[in-house]
């Protein structure tokens, strides 16, 4: 006779999960391909995209390599900082304050160096609503025959990305802004020219931050059982993730968040407020960023609108009391908490003496709405 282990009572669903089979990643790995359509591996770590980011550079770092990042939020301020640990020579390229970078700046960046290895930019922010001009840094990356690396774990979801057509030689993903999913583990689109360049780099000994070590940990070896013991919840939630937006469509998804950004923004203008990132086709559709006026303080804003039950973000860094960010990311990309965003902003300034159509507000963001 078999003893079977005891079926716990009472059944916990996050604790008495069954695990996961060794077959299951890979066609994780296959759907992921397939929705963004790339020739590129799909490898996963086993943590927040944040350490992807940094396995990321520390899978590409070596002495001598000279690199070219840019800077427009904290993100950036790490991946410099990784690469130079591991040696690389690096020129940030430091946009504005919570603004999208110029393409001319990392021109120009690049044209004052003899080579470059690598360029490194975020895509769209969800830190501060900047939308970068990737297409334009891509083309520069490929004149200047350099690796091009891309934050896209906000943006992956909310805007067109082709990772192929771009020519991104290695995309950080994270299941856990626009793609709706979980927060614990995160993926890496690396083309052969990547794995060809960590060959070369200076290697972490084994590491979990090596890239190298998981391909050869895994891809090489078919793709069976991740290396380590992977978190079941996190991968089954990445699974049911994945269900959502195959059915909702990649495309479909894209558009919803486009949607919140232009509802957003027809919101902050019809309330007589120029959002903080004054160009549409530069600002995110993550996250609206909107100003907090003079005479005012982000506290008293947040606290204001808190009032109404919504939750107005925070800036970063130098401009954390410059801007409030409106967050309509993964299943907040839908009508209600946009209208609320906006509206509850219109009524925290009422709130503080300030002039604020509110009605004129929600008629834009429902206008958008109604669009196709
Ligand atoms: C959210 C985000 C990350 C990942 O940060 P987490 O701490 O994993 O949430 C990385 N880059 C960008 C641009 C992000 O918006």
């Known amino acids: ?189 690396v083309s052969r020219r990547a794995f060809a360049a960590m060959a070369a780099a200076s290697r972490p000994a084994p590491s979990l931050l090596s890239l190298l070590d998981i391909k050869e940990a895994w891809l090489d070896r078919g793709r069976g059982a991740l290396p380590g013991t992977p978190p079941p919840l996190e991968f089954r939630a990445l699974e049911a993730a994945l269900d959502r937006l195959e059915a909702e469509g990649l495309a479909a998804r894209i558009a919803r968040h486009q949607k919140a950004a232009r509802a957003s923004r027809a919101g902050l203008r019809a309330l007589g407020i120029t959002p903080w990132i004054v160009d549409d086709a530069r600002a995110s559709a993550l996250v609206t960023a909107a100003p907090v006026p003079e005479g005012i303080t982000a506290d008293d804003l947040i606290a204001a609108a808190a009032r109404f039950g919504v939750a107005l973000g925070r800036g970063f860094g130098t401009i954390e009391d410059r801007l409030v960010r409106f967050d309509h990311t993964g299943i907040r990309a839908a009508f209600p908490p946009v209208l609320g965003n906006v509206v509850a902003y219109g009524a925290a300034l009422q709130a503080l003496g300030r002039d604020a159509d509110i009605g004129a507000a929600a008629a834009a963001v429902t206008a958008v709405w109604q669009e196709d």
């Not at 943590?47 to 980011?53: D, F, P």
């Not at 979801?157 to 057509?165: C, F, S, T």
């Open 1 to 189: 006779m078999t003893t079977r282990p005891p079926i716990p009572d009472p059944f916990d669903p996050l604790l008495d999960i069954p695990p996961l089979g060794a077959s299951a990643y890979a066609p994780l790995a296959d759907r992921l391909q397939r929705l963004f359509d790339t020739r590129s591996d799909i490898l996963f770590v086993q943590a927040e995209a944040l350490l992807a980011l940094e396995a990321a550079a520390a899978s590409l770092a070596r002495p001598g390599l000279v690199a070219v990042n840019v800077v427009t939020s904290p993100y950036g301020g790490y991946f410099g900082a990784w690469l130079r640990r591991g040696g690389a020579s690096v020129t940030d390229v430091v946009a504005e304050p919570g603004q999208p970078a110029e393409a001319a700046a990392v021109a120009a960046a690049i044209a004052g160096l003899e080579n470059v290895d690598l360029v490194a930019i975020v895509h769209a922010e969800a830190a501060n609503g900047a939308l970068n001009p990737l297409d334009e840094v891509a083309a520069l990356a490929r004149a200047a025959g350099a690796l091009l690396v891309v934050d896209a774990v906000a943006s992956a979801g909310g805007h067109p990305l082709d990772i192929d057509a771009v020519g991104i030689d290695l995309c950080v993903l994270g299941p856990q802004k626009a793609l709706g999913g979980p927060t614990g583990l995160s993926m890496v689109a």
